[in-house]
Nanobody, 123 residues
Framework: QVQLVESGGGLVQAGGSLRLSCAAS????????MGWFRQAPGKEREFVAA???????DYARSVKGRFTISRDNAKNTMYLQMNSLKPEDTAVYYC?????????????????WGQGTQVTVGA
């Protein structure tokens, strides 16, 4: 069992930055694929970024070059550094943990989810 708690969301102006954190419980954090998804009002939840247990990363095209995902296995924590934020990045951001790297872009690839943190980017 893994419990995930996100933090770091808030209101920022376009062009600004935020760093989200995802704190995980459990002693097997380092073995999990970790990901960030987001859901904007009226839209489906979508993949943002993922980091493998090995440290390899993948990004959605819409955030590549602006967002950086990382993990600190010693602290059982994952991060999402978000720079050059745009109004279209406004959403609830969820962190997730899973085992299926073949499905890292899909929600079904993840077994555990946090409660979400709101990110609002003003124009």
């Amino acid at each position: 069992q893994v419990q995930l708690v996100e933090s770091g969301g808030g209101l920022v102006q376009a062009g600004g930055s935020l760093r989200l954190s995802c704190a995980a419980s459990g002693r097997t954090f380092s073995t999990y694929l970790m990901g960030w998804f987001r859901q904007a009002p009226g839209k489906e939840r979508e993949f943002v970024a993922a980091v493998r247990w090995s440290g390899g990363t993948d990004y959605a095209r819409s955030v590549k070059g602006r967002f950086t995902i990382s993990r600190d296995n010693a602290k059982n924590t994952m991060y999402l550094q978000m720079n050059s934020l745009k109004p279209e990045d406004t959403a609830v951001y969820y962190c997730a943990a899973g085992r299926s790297e073949y499905r890292m872009y899909q929600q079904i690839g993840y077994d555990y989810w946090g409660q979400g943190t709101q990110v609002t980017v003003g124009a």
